[in-house]
Nanobody, 120 residues
Framework: QLQASGGGLVQAGGSLRLSCAAAGRTSDAYYMGWFRQTPGKEREFVAV????????SYSDSVKGRFTLSRDNAKNMVYLQMNSLKPEDTAVYYC???????????????WGQGTQVTVSS
């Protein structure tokens, strides 16, 4: 099970921190990813982190603004989002999988999503 939280409404230029709690079988996955989706569009990759070593990768659209971290002891992953833009508005999903990837099918488990709205 994955539980995402931390979404909300923020002005452009502001910050939010999303959290994802991994439990059960999902905590055995090697990688945790974040994706986002807006109405009418496909879910798109945002960032991924490895539980071991903390290796990260980001999409070009968020690189330099978003930072992904993890707390292995708590089975928690955090997505710190700074310098938010209106185009970052989306439902954000955390996911867990066995591959360090950017594709939806790289991940076996998905959280329920949390809404992020950035006003201009």
């Amino acid at each position: 099970q994955l539980q995402a939280s931390g979404g909300g409404l923020v002005q452009a230029g502001g910050s939010l921190r999303l959290s994802c709690a991994a439990a059960g079988r999902t905590s055995d996955a090697y990688y945790m990813g974040w994706f986002r989706q807006t109405p009418g569009k496909e879910r798109e990759f945002v960032a991924v982190i490895s539980w071991i070593g903390g290796r990260t990768s980001y999409s070009d659209s968020v690189k330099g603004r978003f930072t992904l971290s993890r707390d292995n002891a708590k089975n928690m992953v955090y997505l710190q989002m700074n310098s938010l833009k209106p185009e970052d508005t989306a439902v954000y999903y955390c996911a867990a999988g066995q591959r360090y990837g950017r594709r939806l099918d790289d991940y076996e488990y998905w959280g329920q999503g949390t809404q992020v709205t950035v006003s201009s």
